[in-house]
Structure formats: C-alpha cells, structure tokens
C-alpha cells in the first residue's frame, strides 16, 4: 500500500503560480510512476502530468505544457506539480497517483495503483 496526501492547492488570479505537492508513504516511493489528474466541476478526471520513477521520462497533456513541471524527489517521498500562467480553466481538484510498474505507460487512470484525496485549484478570471 501506498499513501498520497497532496497539498498546495488555493485559490490564485489568472497568471499567477500555485506548487503543489504530494507526500507518500508505505512502500518505496521510487519504485513507482507518479502521475497527475485533475476533475473540473461536471467533468471526468483527466490527466496532467506524469514521471517515471527517476525523473527521466515525463508527460503531459497539451493544454499544460510549457506552463506546468512535474519533478519528483525521491529523498522525500515527494512528487511536485509546479503550475505557472494559470488559466480559470485550470481550475478543479487536483490528485495525485501512483503507477506501481514505475513507467509512464499513458494518460488512463486505471493505470494508476493508488490514489490521493485531492486538492483544490480555483483560479479566478
């Protein structure tokens, strides 16, 4: 078993910066792929961002890239999402999750093993 407890998530203006972070612990952190979701109000969850074990392959979906990192640091369990340029539709709770095979397979999140509570983005216009 694998615990996620994400943190960072607030309320910011468009073009602001929010980082968020998700804290694991049980099993070692680095065996695993780390991913990023978000869910919008009426919307399915969808990817974000993902990272393989070591940080050496990343992923994300389009609308983020040049805007968002995801970083890993496996000394403290952590996984980071930083989030620049925020736009309103960037809003909506944010999780993070764990891939047990330690490879960024895809953007499914029945992919994904283990899964956080989330934590909430707003971003205002």
């Known amino acids: 078993q694998v615990q996620l407890v994400e943190s960072g998530g607030g309320l910011v203006q468009a073009g602001g910066s929010l980082r968020l972070s998700c804290a694991a612990s049980?099993?070692?952190?680095?065996?695993?792929?780390m991913g990023w979701f978000r869910q919008a109000p009426g919307k399915e969850r969808e990817f974000v961002a993902a990272?393989?074990?070591?940080?050496?392959?990343?992923r994300y979906r389009d609308s983020v890239k040049g805007r968002f990192t995801i970083s890993r640091d496996n000394a403290k369990n952590t996984v980071y999402l930083q989030m620049n340029s925020l736009k309103p539709e960037d809003t909506g709770i944010y999780y993070c999750a764990a891939d047990r095979t330690g490879v960024v397979r895809g953007a499914s999140s029945p992919l994904y093993d283990y899964w956080g509570q989330g934590t909430q983005v707003t971003v205002s216009s």
């Open positions: 049980g099993r070692t952190f680095s065996n695993y792929a």
């Open positions: 990272i393989s074990r070591f940080g050496g392959t990343t």
